[in-house]
């Protein structure tokens, strides 16, 4: 939603570097601080300028790194470079000069990295108006500088639209999964050195098609002592309000993903409408599957006010399984104090929750948790209604305590409005 100012506005014609849109922006009386009124205090942001994907997610001697896509030079998208933070605990970020610069050869668009003693090496999208194709660079002081490789690129398919390669390591191997965005596919390739890549199957098309595939990633999870994998595919527009990302539970055999369900409805990993392009760490040293995603969405990123910054990302998300609906299913913690904590018996009529610049909680009539319009159906046989939620300035989002479902959404109240929530029932 569009924030209000008792300071009139004037309406500026602005169209974004990406060209997806046109849109009314305000611009407002420089005596109202939008600054201080939305920057968040638990979600990461650039101090200043525009950011979209989580790139390059990787613990490497100690500090957790975050790159990102960034437009170092303004608030709108445009001129794709890797921004870059650092953390110890994935809640301080402490925000860094831009690791790998927009160059002559082309734009920096999404990827990953990996840690490989000493080095960080990332992988990425090298964008131009023609061709997208694979290209790494090297780090030897922990991501502060890169130098890219002399001969990139390292993966060209000769191909406009190819991008987002995720890597990781299996067994005694690199394995990346890259898009073909328009063919609604995920391809899996091989390398011994990231170097030199064999192409080894594809996934898809499957489930939501509605949009291109972007940012894909692959890894397992334990349930129960048997081991399954899971596939993140980001799609836009065809998710639920716009962006969206879904995800499938199967297996992987080094070559091949198999999903393990039917793959004719998606499986939505938010119900919100703001988590996008999420994807995970590598190398993480305690052994769990942390995810950070974009805390906006194609669709509406327009409505965001014209602060020093655009666009935040969501909050850590610890990722597990569990069964849920005959199905085994992906779960999402928030790794970081909550600000709101329901615990109730589980109601059979009504709705219990908070309310206030937000309404939050469940219908027990309707069996959905939600926050405000954005609803997920969540129906358990439990005595207890467990409830998580993380309030920012910008920001709501809700998780069930099992972590079976979560919606997050992005959000700009009327100037002065409080964050408190009061609980209700009715």
Same mark, same amino acid.
């Given at each position: 939603m569009m924030p209000r100012t008792p300071i009139s506005p004037s309406v500026e014609i602005t169209e974004l570097a990406s060209k997806r849109f046109t849109t009314p922006r305000l611009a407002y009386d420089s005596a109202v601080s939008l600054d201080r009124e939305y920057r968040p205090r638990l979600h990461f942001t650039p101090a200043k300028n525009w950011m979209n994907d989580p790139n390059g997610l990787v613990w490497h001697k100690g500090e957790y790194h975050l790159f990102f896509q960034h437009n170092p030079f303004g608030t709108q998208w445009g001129h794709m470079s890797w921004g870059h933070a650092v953390s110890k605990d994935l809640i301080h970020w402490e925000e860094l000069p831009v690791a790998i610069a927009e160059g002559d050869d082309g734009a920096i668009f999404s990827g990953s990295a990996v840690s490989i003693g000493d080095e960080i090496v990332a992988i990425y999208t090298r964008h131009t108006e023609t061709n997208q194709s694979q290209c790494i660079a090297r780090s030897s002081d922990n991501g502060r500088t890169f130098v890219k490789f002399e001969t990139n690129p390292v993966l060209d398919e000769n191909k406009k639209d190819f991008r987002d390669p995720k890597v990781f390591r299996y067994q005694d191997h690199w394995i990346m999964c890259a898009v073909q965005p328009w063919d609604h596919q995920v391809s899996f390739y091989k390398s011994l050195d990231l170097v030199t890549w064999q192409h080894l199957s594809n996934f898809g098309p499957?489930?939501?098609?509605?949009? /291109?595939?972007?940012?894909?990633?692959?890894?397992?999870?334990?349930?129960?002592?048997?081991?399954?994998?899971?596939?993140?595919? $980001?799609?836009?527009?065809?998710?639920?309000?716009?962006?969206?990302?879904?995800?499938?539970?199967?297996?992987?055999?080094?070559?091949?993903?198999?999903?393990?369900? $039917?793959?004719?409805?998606?499986?939505?990993?938010?119900?919100?409408?703001?988590?996008?392009?999420? /994807?995970? !760490?590598?190398?993480?040293?305690?052994?769990?599957?942390?995810?950070?995603?974009?805390?906006?969405?194609?669709?509406?990123?327009?409505?965001?006010?014209?602060? $020093?910054?655009?666009?935040?990302?969501?909050?850590?998300?610890?990722?597990?399984?569990?069964?849920?609906?005959?199905?085994?299913?992906?779960?999402?913690?928030?790794?970081?104090?909550?600000?709101?904590?329901?615990?109730?018996?589980?109601?059979?009529?009504?709705?219990?929750?908070?309310?206030? !610049?937000?309404?939050?909680?469940?219908?027990?009539?309707?069996?959905?948790?939600?926050?405000?319009?954005?609803?997920?159906?969540?129906?358990?046989?439990?005595?207890?209604?467990?409830?998580? /939620?993380?309030?920012?300035?910008?920001?709501?989002?809700?998780?069930?305590?099992?972590?079976?479902?979560?919606?997050?959404?992005?959000?700009?109240?009327?100037?002065?409005?409080?964050?408190?929530?009061?609980?209700?029932?009715?």
């Open positions: 499957a489930a939501a098609i509605n949009g /291109v595939w972007e940012c894909p990633d692959l890894f397992p999870l334990t349930l129960a002592g048997s081991e399954y994998w899971v596939l993140l595919v $980001s799609l836009n527009p065809g998710g639920l309000y716009g962006s969206g990302t879904q995800y499938f539970i199967g297996d992987f055999d080094g070559t091949t993903f198999t999903a393990m369900y $039917s793959t004719d409805e998606p499986r939505w990993l938010d119900y919100g409408r703001d988590n996008y392009a999420g /994807v995970t !760490f590598n190398n993480e040293p305690n052994g769990k599957r942390i995810l950070i995603g974009w805390m906006a969405n194609w669709e509406f990123v327009k409505e965001h006010p014209q602060t $020093s910054w655009t666009n935040a990302m969501t909050i850590p998300r610890e990722l597990g399984l569990t069964k849920y609906a005959n199905e085994i299913v992906l779960t999402q913690q928030p790794m970081c104090e909550l600000t709101y904590e329901i615990k109730v018996p589980m109601p059979t009529t009504g709705i219990v929750g908070l309310e206030g !610049f937000v309404k939050v909680g469940y219908n027990a009539d309707a069996k959905v948790v939600f926050i405000d319009q954005f609803e997920a159906s969540y129906e358990v046989d439990a005595d207890e209604l467990h409830l998580k /939620v993380v309030v920012d300035q910008s920001s709501i989002e809700l998780f069930t305590g099992d972590g079976i479902r979560a919606i997050t959404m992005a959000t700009f109240p009327p100037l002065g409005s409080s964050r408190e929530l009061v609980s209700f029932s009715q």
